[in-house]
């Protein structure tokens, strides 16, 4: 979405300032591995960062029933390095469109994560993503294996950009998520200033 930046909310801005806003942009549509990765490396730290040793209505709560809290968002991340990302990749390379992948269980870190603590699952999503990351670049992509393509289940044919760029996004869908649970848990705190805030009208961008 582009913002209108003449609204009366906003103000008006300098023709200059809003020029400046498109200097440098790539086309939205391009993958590059590198800034992909520069933003999968960075998840784990910013979660590390964000969350250990916060009191538990931080962590522990959710937005109301069958929601997420903190806790389940991380647990879920973990999933995804195990059972997803790096086994896609690998399939794709090794059986192309002829292999689907297998279903990706979004509630599995239910029951996995259960008798974690938080502090045990930010270590695991630690180790997991940095041994994925190093796996990935060890196989030294070029753009002809960019290209390649797999069979999603539901999706059908994905390629191996799109699968790395999802990896991404995903990350930032639930760290999206992740600002939005906490957040809710002052919903009623804020008082009238919730009319400004806008984490606490978002709803539906990050659903489990």
């Given amino acids: 979405m582009i913002r209108n930046f003449h609204s009366p909310a906003l103000g008006r801005l300098s023709p200059t300032r809003q020029a400046c806003i498109y200097v440098g942009m790539a086309n939205l549509t391009e993958f590059s591995l590198a ?14 960062a964000l969350l250990r040793g916060l009191p538990n209505i931080w962590v522990r709560c959710n937005e109301g029933k069958d929601t997420w809290s903190a806790f389940d968002i991380v647990g879920h991340l973990i999933v995804g390095e195990r059972t997803d990302w790096m086994p896609r990749v690998r399939i794709v390379l090794e059986d192309g469109e002829a292999r689907s992948f297998e279903p990706f269980d979004r509630f599995a870190q239910v029951k996995e994560s259960h008798d974690k ?6 270590d695991d999503f630690a180790h997991l993503r940095k041994e994925n990351l190093v796996a990935l670049q060890a ?23 799109e699968l790395l760029a999802t990896w991404a996004v995903h990350d930032l869908t639930h760290v999206h998520q992740l600002s939005r649970v906490m957040a809710h848990q002052y919903c009623d705190a804020v008082g009238p200033w919730s009319a400004y805030l806008g984490v606490l009208q978002c709803a539906g961008h990050s659903a489990p």
């Fill in 139 to 161: 196989l030294n992509l070029g753009p002809e294996d960019l290209t390649r393509r797999g069979r999603h289940p539901a999706l059908g044919v994905v390629t191996l950009s």
């Fill in 35 to 48: 800034e992909a990765i520069a933003v999968l490396t960075r998840t784990p730290p910013t979660l590390n």
């Fill in 117 to 122: 603590s938080l502090e045990q699952l930010l």
